[in-house]
């Protein structure tokens, strides 16, 4: 087989470099790249792709690459399942990154994969964050996809329905990547003490720590445990020694991006389902995370009156006031006006009655079309009016007796229309029996 000499400069590994340059393999190189997985089957945390009945897995044992998407956070295994696919479809590995590619990296690497396909080599080109490319650079994969002179895999921290082409999207298989739970970064962890022929020198409870603090990123507990195996110590560390020792990955949250949609949703879920606890914590998580407490104030309003409404008529004017509350005071004090109205709106009984009100009633307004009010309840400024009817037999309901007068303020040409419906619960159980009342009363008025 022939070697090309334009071979990408993203296109060998860490590795590759080190002997490149000349360095034996025992040179110092970090933790997660000389513990990287040699097969598929040493990747942990993705049995539901690379398993047997998973995508990946059955990919490989039929022999048939084809284009994909990864879609997972940071540390979860997509550049190395890129490599290890390349190697066991015996496809040259070239490597973009889209953060630093242009147009011209592209056709270069285009050009290189059609010069190997000639001598009978493919080539696996593994874009990583493929979602900074823009739509006419995602464009120009499509050609080389169609007539097989690369196989995409393509990776990316960012919902690819909203990131990447529909035309490149029906080319290839979104495959979703887990961040890594427990277990699996425990398996790392224990992979990292085999390599340096002893245990990590922490308690149980510090061990537990370390998992959390990598926040499901197995690169990132790599680089923990190298930490912790480089220091100088006799005892094992506890959770506040460890808190102190190294540096805690700060929790994945973008508010520019979809986190901040995903976040804002299990929020409000949490509040619709009664659950306050929950509902604290998406809270905190944005908090800490920079969101901006005026965007989630403004969620709150829109879940008290979308999920509370009329079962307890106090949940806007909480939630209005919570708003208020910040606005006045700002942060960190202002957050506890919201933790407030979170824990209100969650124990809050709940009803979407107005909601569905308001649907059933839109609906009706555009089936009816224009409609005009029945007359007797139409203003007669005028002597015209007058004449035409404005007004006539108009029953002032205060006059009535009760203070209802049973009148019909339905178009003539509309049967009447039951849209709101309240619920048995809260306020509305007391809105409930007045509709029965007056629906009762409206039923003896018609029939006198």
Same mark, same amino acid.
């Given at each position: 087989?022939?070697?090309?000499?334009?071979?990408?400069?993203?296109? !060998?590994?860490?590795?590759?470099?080190?002997?490149?340059?000349?360095? $034996?393999?025992?040179?110092?190189?970090?933790?997660?790249?000389?513990?990287?997985?040699?097969?598929?089957?040493?990747?942990?945390?993705?049995?539901?792709?690379?398993?047997?009945?998973?995508?990946?897995?059955?990919?490989?044992?039929?022999?048939?690459?084809? /284009?994909?998407?990864?879609?997972?956070?940071?540390?979860?295994?997509?550049?190395?399942?890129?490599?290890?696919?390349?190697?066991?479809?015996?496809?040259?590995?070239?490597?973009?990154?889209?953060?630093?590619?242009?147009?011209?990296?592209?056709?270069?690497?285009?050009?290189?994969?059609?010069?190997?396909?000639?001598?009978?080599?493919?080539?696996?080109?593994?874009?990583?964050?493929?979602? #900074?490319?823009?739509? /006419?650079?995602?464009?120009?994969?499509?050609?080389?996809?169609?007539?097989?002179?690369?196989?995409?895999?393509?990776?990316?921290?960012?919902?690819?329905?909203?990131?990447?082409?529909?035309?490149?999207?029906?080319? !290839?298989?979104?495959?979703?990547?887990?961040?890594?739970?427990?277990?699996?970064?425990?398996?790392?962890?224990?992979?990292?003490?085999?390599?340096?022929?002893?245990?990590?020198?922490?308690?149980?409870?510090?061990?537990?720590?370390?998992?959390?603090?990598?926040?499901?990123?197995?690169?990132?507990?790599?680089?923990?445990?190298? $930490?912790?195996?480089?220091?100088?110590?006799?005892?094992?560390?506890?959770?506040?020694?460890?808190?102190?020792?190294?540096?805690?990955?700060?929790?994945?949250?973008?508010?520019?991006?979809?986190?901040?949609?995903?976040?804002?949703?299990?929020?409000?879920?949490?509040?619709?389902?009664?659950?306050?606890?929950?509902?604290?914590?998406?809270?905190?998580? @944005?908090?800490?995370?920079?969101?901006?407490?005026?965007?989630?104030?403004?969620?709150?309003?829109?879940?008290?009156?979308?999920?509370?409404?009329?079962?307890?008529?106090?949940?806007?004017?909480?939630?209005?006031?919570?708003?208020?509350?910040?606005?006045?005071?700002?942060?960190?004090?202002?957050?506890?006006?919201?933790?407030? !109205?979170?824990?209100?709106?969650?124990?809050?009984?709940?009803?979407?009655?107005?909601?569905?009100?308001?649907?059933?009633?839109?609906?009706?307004?555009?089936?009816?079309?224009?409609? @005009?009010?029945?007359?007797?309840?139409?203003?007669?400024?005028?002597?015209? @009016?007058?004449?035409?009817?404005?007004?006539?037999?108009?029953?002032?309901?205060?006059?009535?007796?009760?203070?209802?007068?049973?009148?019909?303020?339905?178009?003539?040409?509309?049967?009447?229309?039951?849209?709101? #419906?309240?619920?048995?619960?809260?306020? $509305? *159980?007391?809105?409930?029996?007045?509709?029965?009342?007056?629906?009762?009363? *409206?039923?003896?008025?018609?029939?006198?």
């Amino acid at each position: 087989m022939l070697a090309f000499p334009f071979r990408s400069r993203y296109s !060998c590994s860490m590795s590759d470099l080190f002997q490149s340059a000349g360095f $034996e393999d025992e040179t110092p190189r970090p933790l997660a790249d000389r513990l990287r997985p040699k097969t598929l089957a040493e990747v942990v945390g993705q049995d539901h792709l690379i398993g047997e009945g998973g995508p990946i897995g059955r990919m490989v044992a039929e022999n048939r690459p084809h /284009s994909v998407i990864f879609w997972g956070p940071p540390g979860t295994g997509k550049t190395t399942i890129a490599r290890l696919l390349s190697n066991a479809f015996n496809l040259h590995f070239e490597q973009l990154s889209a953060v630093f590619s242009g147009v011209a990296d592209l056709k270069k690497a285009f050009d290189s994969a059609r010069g190997r396909r000639r001598v009978g080599q493919g080539t696996l080109l593994f874009i990583d964050e493929i979602h #900074r490319f823009n739509r /006419s650079q995602q464009d120009s994969f499509l050609p080389v996809m169609e007539d097989g002179t690369v196989t995409v895999v393509g990776a990316t921290t960012e919902n690819p329905s909203f990131e990447l082409n529909g035309a490149v999207l029906s080319r !290839c298989q979104v495959l979703v990547l887990k961040r890594l739970d427990d277990m699996a970064l425990e398996a790392l962890l224990k992979r990292a003490e085999a390599h340096y022929g002893e245990p990590l020198k922490l308690t149980e409870d510090a061990r537990a720590s370390l998992r959390a603090m990598a926040d499901g990123d197995g690169r990132y507990i790599l680089n923990l445990a190298e $930490e912790v195996a480089a220091m100088k110590i006799v005892a094992p560390l506890d959770t506040a020694e460890l808190t102190k020792a190294v540096q805690k990955r700060a929790p994945a949250y973008d508010k520019s991006r979809e986190e901040h949609y995903n976040l804002i949703s299990a929020l409000h879920k949490s509040i619709r389902g009664s659950d306050p606890d929950a509902a604290l914590y998406w809270l905190a998580r @944005m908090l800490t995370g920079g969101e901006d407490p005026l965007f989630i104030a403004r969620r709150l309003v829109r879940a008290s009156v979308e999920d509370i409404g009329m079962a307890d008529p106090q949940a806007v004017v909480q939630a209005l006031a919570a708003k208020d509350y910040y606005d006045f005071l700002g942060s960190p004090e202002g957050e506890i006006a919201l933790a407030q !109205c979170v824990i209100y709106l969650a124990t809050a009984p709940k009803s979407n009655a107005v909601y569905k009100a308001l649907g059933a009633a839109n609906r009706a307004a555009k089936e009816y079309g224009s409609l @005009m009010p029945p007359a007797h309840i139409l203003n007669a400024p005028t002597k015209l @009016m007058q004449n035409l009817g404005y007004g006539a037999g108009y029953q002032y309901d205060h006059d009535a007796e009760g203070g209802f007068s049973g009148q019909n303020y339905f178009p003539d040409d509309m049967a009447r229309q039951n849209f709101y #419906r309240p619920k048995e619960i809260g306020f $509305e *159980r007391e809105v409930q029996k007045r509709l029965d009342y007056w629906a009762k009363l *409206r039923t003896k008025k018609g029939g006198e």
